[in-house]
């Protein structure tokens, strides 16, 4: 962490701690009213958001109003875990990279919001909903403004049971409630990493301060960097859908659109990236963990970008995508220093589009009657022509066309895979390279099945067809202004180079290496792979008619709509396993414990129906009884005194 040394709060700053209480004060009043705040709850909630972005843009305008070295600003807290020589104070650290994720979060949080208004209209538990959300906002919030790892790690608890609650708000559907349980399963994995992490960062620091770990990492071993940084590593591969940890993100699109926008673009997938940017000077000195990270980030983005390929669920294409977009920027974020500014440069942009084009899908959905199958659409764009503007800029930005967002930050991420020394600019440079053409292909792909081609809407059945239409103006406004960003947000921070002005001073001083190849033709290489994957799926979904049934295409097609066998691989690997080692105590505790309760209890059963045959009630069998026993204790006396 840098140039930058942190100075108290003053003025408008020290308010910002209104920005993780608000919105968590309006999710308790919402849970709290119940059904009495169900014709205004969700005005409160959106109102919530909308206070939260005041404030954080007035902070963000008072930090930028300070010199480059003075914007790390701490907001104090109180004394939280007061134990002896482990002290921690609850605190907030408002510095360059947290404004830019509260700024993200809190602007398209709020845009969500008004979306969700609409389109979560006629739910009865529409209150319940956006106090979920406000949850939602609130966890993120202290995750990225939080001065330690231990308060960062209550935000990120946080924002796990926010995003199990949203996940199976309708789980009165059992695949849906199954959806939310898998996917805090699997990040619950991620969060076991994080805690081994904390305690190492004690161990080794004596401290989980920020300010006290950064800056003590120099001195710091590298063996136990290497282990902390591994473990980083994991919670973010949970919180962010990364290789191994990824496969709960396509089955989490069974909570409501606006949901999955919030989840992919300005909250929970994003933690993981902030988590190991935040923690740079640790990956500086663990080169071992710092490889580890952009390996992840490679193979998550080849990963991602096949799956995303076969898929025929508009939703699940989407998420595919995100897990892939989110592996270029873990792969920057594991380049080191050099690569931390792209990543995040990104992560904003990628927020833009991505929430757009999860609004737009969810905009088809509303007019297609909640119909997800993108071999049931085609030729909405002759009536929902909003919505395919808006998505059509999203898929501009994000296939990387010039001078869209995307195109401008990840063409940075590209140029420094291909800086550096040794094998890795020669394997990550080409993998982001690859990426981009698969990138072309299946967002294109999923564009023209959508907006394109013969209608497709009527099964041939008698059951009623759709008759889609355009959306309210209460969700196509938030696309509008979503599309904007898509199309002027990286121009805007990336030719100005104003983003990487921003933070540079958060993170250690930097020189790039040398590209191993010219990055002129690196960019030219890349563009023609972009022209070719839409070229290739123009061939195949717009001149070609679009089957309504999936054809059982290659060994690859099936292996990608299954996920590549994810969830085999976990089946085989841990649930049949953990199933058997069940069942098997299971048979032990019947078996050996129980089974020896029972015996015993049948014994004493046994012993008492003998003893109670001697209850006969005559006298002279109690006399008999009497004399034996004296007689076998006057024999017993006998034989001792022998």
Known sequence: MSGLETVPATGVESLAWLLVVVPLVSAGVLLLAGRAADRWGHWLGLAASAAAFVVGALVFLSVLGHDAEERARSVAGFSWVPAGTFQVDAGLLVDPLSLCFVLLITFVGTLIHVYSVEYMRHDTDRRRFFAYLNLFVAAMLLLV????????????????????????????????AVAAKKAFIANRVGDFGLSIAIMAMFVSFGSVQFDDVLSGAAGASETWLTVIGLMLLLAACGKSAQFPLQSWLGDAMAGPTPVSALIHAATMVTAGVYLVVRSGPIFEGAPAATTAVAVVGAV??????????????????????????????????????????????????HGFFKAGMFLGAGSVMHGMDDETDMRRFGGVRSVMM???????????????????????????????????????PYVLG??????????????????????????RWHDGTDAP?????????????PMVVLAVGSAGLGALLGYTHWIEDWLEPVFSPHEAGEPVVSLTLVTVVTLVLIVLGVALAYLQYLRRDVPVTAPRGSVLTQAARRDLFQDDVNDIAFVEPGRA???????????????????????????????????????????LSMFAGVALVVGALVLVQI
């Open 145 to 176: 403004l939080a001065d330690s790892y231990l308060l960062l790690y209550v935000g990120w608890e946080g924002v796990g049971l926010a995003s199990y609650l949203l996940i199976g708000f309708w789980n009165h559907r059992i695949d849906y």
């Open 300 to 349: 998550t983005l080849l990963y991602g970008a096949v799956v995303g390929s076969a898929k025929d669920d508009i939703k699940k294409a989407l998420a595919a995508s995100t897990m892939s977009q989110i592996g270029y920027m873990m792969l920057a974020a594991g380049l080191g220093p050099v690569g931390y500014v792209f990543a995040i440069f990104h992560l904003l942009t």
């Open 386 to 424: 909003l919505t395919w503007i808006t998505f059509g800029l999203g898929w501009l930005a994000i296939i990387g066309v010039p001078p869209f967002s995307g195109f401008v930050s990840k063409d940075e991420i590209i140029h420094a895979a291909f800086e550096g020394e040794g094998w890795q």
């Open 430 to 455: 080409p993998v982001t390279v690859i990426g981009a053409g698969l990138t072309a292909f299946y967002m294109t792909r999923l564009f023209f099945m959508t907006f394109h081609g013969k209608r």
């Open 465 to 477: 067809a759709p008759h889609p239409h355009e959306s309210p103006v209460l969700m196509v406004a």
């Open 581 to 623: 080692f069940v069942r098997g105590m299971g048979e032990v505790d019947d078996d050996l414990v129980s089974g020896a309760v029972r015996g015993l209890t049948r014994s004493v059963a046994g012993l008492g129906s003998g003893l109670s045959r001697l209850q006969t009630g005559f006298v002279r069998s109690y006399a």
